[in-house]
């Protein structure tokens, strides 16, 4: 067995660390693929909902490092994940306003390691994601946050669309920054329990997820860049939810 940091390899190793329970971020199998290997993956990526992806020999044999990868790799986090319905509540308990930060299809990692680096010097409460279509937390990642991935919650979830319904019920609205919003961020009251969505740079927040939020805002801006990069656009907003929240308690800002 190989395993380096968050990396192990070779069909052996990881289906046995999958039955033992080990949280992978995801597992990459080799594309073409057959036989009883093959089966045995699949079969335990969908039995503990771990995202599967099928890539080109040559990916996996870079990132295995010429090691005997069989095939098969898989990635292990650097940090625990943690689930929402276990931080809402405590959130509310303590008396304090919530504060999430919800990141739809967000792949790279430098930019959820600088988001994640914002979000903990603003107050975010916690961090969503999706079991599927989020960056891996590696090294990178933990390094482009300057730490914050070690001191924020982050939830991983199956659905966000699963995650909006219970936000709903537990009185957080959802807001999203969106180019077609008709509201400007300062505009938004996010003294309020709030849930902020992020979508990729390419393409923005998943349009059936945009559809169910509560609130729209577009970030103004006077130059003709199209927009922010979704780090600094999340750091904009975060900025402007702490202002307020520390005006309405007598803070200036």
Sequence with gaps: MKEENTLIYGRHPVADAIRAGKPFEKVMMQQGMRGE???EIRKLTKEFNIPLSIVPREKLSKM???????????FLPLIAYQKLDDILPFVFEKGETPLLLLLDNVTDVRNFGAIARSAEVMGV????????????????AMKSSAGALSRIAVCREKSMS?????????????????????KKVFDVDFTL??????????????KALL??????????????????????????ILYEVLRQRLVENGISA
């Excluded at 295995?64 to 898989?74: F, P």
């Design 37 to 39: 290997a093959e089966i």
């Design 64 to 74: 295995a490092n010429g090691g005997n990868h069989q095939g098969i790799l898989g």
């Design 125 to 140: 409460h916690a961090i969503v994601v999706p079991q599927n279509g989020s960056a891996l937390i590696n090294a990178d």
């Design 162 to 182: 699963q995650v909006m319904d219970y936000l709903a019920q537990s009185g957080v609205r959802v807001v999203a920054s969106d180019l077609g919003g008709k």
């Design 193 to 206: 329990p709030t849930a902020v969505i992020m979508g990729s740079e390419g393409e923005g927040v998943n």
């Design 211 to 236: 559809r169910r939020a509560d609130e729209t805002f577009i970030i103004p801006q006077v130059g003709t860049t199209d927009s922010l990069n979704v780090s600094v656009a999340t750091g904009v």
